[in-house]
Nanobody, 123 residues
């Protein structure tokens, strides 16, 4: 059975940084894209960042370009999201996803999801 476990969320002041981690177990995702999405109450889950297999390509939502960095360690079956210069509008529950065979930009491409971790950025 596949499990994705996120960690690293929390409360931070605007301008601060957080690093999210997502450890996968039960299956190797080294040949698949992994991604991060976020959701606020009343809105759909939104794409944040994705990284293709073996880190061959990284993609970001326009709202986080230049501030967030996605990376992966295939040996650890783990994906990371380094978030710098955080803004109050980054406040959301962040979800990691794994298993996309394409670019990994849409939530519909993924069939494995973590439970989510809350990120709150105070002004």
């Amino acid at each position: 059975q596949v499990h994705l476990v996120e960690s690293g969320g929390g409360l931070v002041q605007a301008g601060g940084s957080l690093r999210l981690s997502c450890a996968a177990s039960g299956r190797s995702f080294s040949a698949y894209a992994m991604g991060w999405f976020r959701q606020v109450p009343g809105k759909e889950r939104a794409f944040v960042a994705a990284i293709r297999w073996r880190g061959a390509g990284t993609y970001y939502a326009d709202s986080v370009k230049g501030r967030f960095t996605v990376s992966r360690d295939n040996a650890k079956n783990t994906v990371y999201l380094q978030m710098n210069s955080l803004k109050p509008e980054d406040t959301a529950v962040y979800y990691c996803a794994a298993g996309a065979t394409g670019w990994g930009l849409s939530s519909r491409e993924y069939d494995n999801w973590g439970q989510g971790t809350q990120v709150t950025v105070s002004s």
